[in-house]
Each structure stands twice: as structure tokens, then as C-alpha cells.
């Protein structure tokens, strides 16, 4: 297995940028930073589930059920929030920032590119992973008025061509909801992953950097 990364500072310190980059003024807020989607909105649902073992590896492979996501695309999942809100419905998030490390043992499992990002190092530094490596992508389903999650094509992490966009065997109601979905998070930018129907990555996710930072203390 490739060395483990040096974690870089994560939430207000932020993390993109090279030796030249200007350090921003003292409480500034940068686009870059890692932040907590808790601190912007409240009423999105937290369902993190490689937090716990509910995930296709059994595995509990976060030691916080914390969503950090670069603030730009946090702040565009919170208007994503509040346009459905309007409709009556609402976002529950299953993934957002995923260290590299918990990358490496997905691929480990699933070593297939349509449902996994291969990490790959070089020099013991990282240069290709998943968007989620990034804090620029998200793993979301719909919620009704009530947090009750509502009928999609498939559960998470199905590993199926089901799962893709343009599956087959999709109930009436599911295929509304998804696409209920994806629209929503189109009008904010997010561009959807065709093996996958809940997952999205935002704008520019190319200006972020890969990341090991954890998840918390």
C-alpha cells in the first residue's frame, strides 16, 4: 500500500494552494476551505453511512458522522436545500469528504472504475482518486417534508447497472424522484455521474486538492 499522506489543515486554515499561495486575512472566509455542511444548514439530512457498518463494506470506516465539503460546493448543496424545500422535499446526504486512506481500501474491494475511483500515487503523493477525495462531490438522495427518504431506483452503493442513469426496471415513482433529483442539483451546477444516480460532483472540482485530512479529532 502507498505511504500514508501528510493531512493538510482542514475547515478555516483551508488546504488548496502552493507555497505562493497568499494566506487569506485573519477570519476570511476562502471558497477552498473544508467546512461542516452542519454549520450552513441544519435541515439537511445526515444519514453518513460509512460512519456505520450500513455500507457494502460492513465495515464502520469513519470515526465521525461529520459531512465536510469544500465551501463552494457546500453552499451550493444549501440552495439545492432550498429549492426542493419549496416543493415540499429535502436532501439526505450519504457521503461528502472521504480521506484518501478509506479510498484506497474501496478500491481494494471494488477494483472497477465505472463504480470506484482508483487512487493512484506517485513519488508517495497522490495524483488521481475520487472527486470525494477532493471534498467536491456528494452522495444524496430525497427526503420528504418529513426526513422519510422517498422510492429511488436502487439503495446506495449498488454496484449494478440499475444504478445507472439510464437503468432499466425502474418504478414509475423512482424514476420521477431521480429525476426530481438531478434536476435540482443540475440548476446548482452538479454534474451527475452516469453509474450512479445519487452521486454528483460539483463545479471546478479540478481546483481542489486530494486529501487524507480526518474527518475529525
Keep these: 500500500m502507498p505511504p500514508a499522506l501528510q493531512a493538510p489543515p482542514v ?5 488548496a494552494g502552493g507555497e505562493n499561495a497568499v494566506a ?7 471558497a477552498d476551505d ?6 450552513l ?24 458522522a461529520r459531512c465536510l ?17 419549496a416543493q415540499g422535499l429535502g436532501l439526505a446526504v450519504w457521503d ?7 479510498q484506497q481500501r474501496f478500491w481494494a474491494l471494488v477494483p472497477d472504475a465505472r463504480y470506484v475511483a482508483e487512487p493512484v500515487f506517485q513519488d508517495g503523493r497522490a495524483i488521481a482518486g475520487s472527486k470525494h477525495n477532493r471534498g467536491a462531490a456528494v452522495d444524496v438522495t430525497l427526503v420528504d417534508a418529513r426526513g422519510r427518504e422517498l422510492e429511488m431506483p436502487t439503495a446506495f452503493d449498488d454496484f449494478s447497472e440499475r444504478a445507472h442513469r439510464d437503468g432499466a426496471g425502474w418504478s414509475a415513482a423512482a424514476r420521477r424522484n431521480a429525476h426530481t433529483l438531478e434536476a ?3 440548476e446548482e451546477g452538479f454534474a451527475p455521474l452516469a453509474t ?11 481546483r481542489y486538492p486530494l486529501s487524507d485530512a480526518p474527518l475529525g479529532d
Design 11 to 15: 475547515a478555516s486554515q483551508g488546504t
Design 24 to 30: 487569506p486575512a485573519a477570519g476570511a472566509a476562502r
Design 196 to 206: 450512479e444516480w445519487w452521486h454528483f460532483d460539483g463545479p471546478d472540482w479540478q
Design 34 to 39: 473544508l467546512v461542516d455542511l452542519t454549520t
Design 184 to 186: 435540482a442539483m443540475a
Design 41 to 64: 444548514d441544519r435541515s439537511i439530512v445526515l444519514d453518513l453511512r460509512y460512519a456505520t457498518a450500513d455500507n457494502f463494506t460492513r465495515q464502520k470506516l469513519y470515526a465521525v
Design 69 to 85: 465539503l469544500r465551501r463552494e460546493i457546500a453552499e451550493r448543496l444549501v440552495r439545492v436545500q432550498r429549492a426542493l424545500r
Design 96 to 102: 461528502c469528504y472521504r480521506p484518501i486512506s478509506v
